[in-house]
């Protein structure tokens, strides 16, 4: 299977629906978060090898988007972070 890699490295397009994803995975793995950490890297790691797809091109561009402060993007990485430290924050 292959990915689009326009949509992948090209930004967020729906941020709203971007941001329901990450919260789903958030609500999901609260509960023991050193676990889920690598557990999610190892997935992370697993899907790239699948789809043929550099990791750390990935995270690059994910940094990117991350530090574009004119974005919608910057609200949705602020709320996802904020839910982060809220759900996860008081069990460490």
């Known amino acids: 299977m292959k990915v689009d890699r326009d949509k992948l490295f090209g930004g967020i397009a729906d941020p709203a629906r971007f941001r329901q994803h990450a ?11 050193e ?20 990791i750390r091109e ?3 561009a994910v940094e990117r988007i991350k530090n574009e402060q004119d974005g919608p993007f910057v609200y949705v990485f602020r709320a996802i972070e904020e839910y982060t430290r809220n759900e996860i924050g008081p069990k460490l």
């Open 35 to 54: 676990l889920s950490l690598q557990a999610i890297g190892l997935t992370l790691y697993a899907m790239c090898d699948a789809l043929d797809v550099d």
């Open 58 to 60: 990935l995270l690059t």
């Open 23 to 33: 919260y789903a995975v958030i609500d999901r793995t609260q509960d023991h978060p």
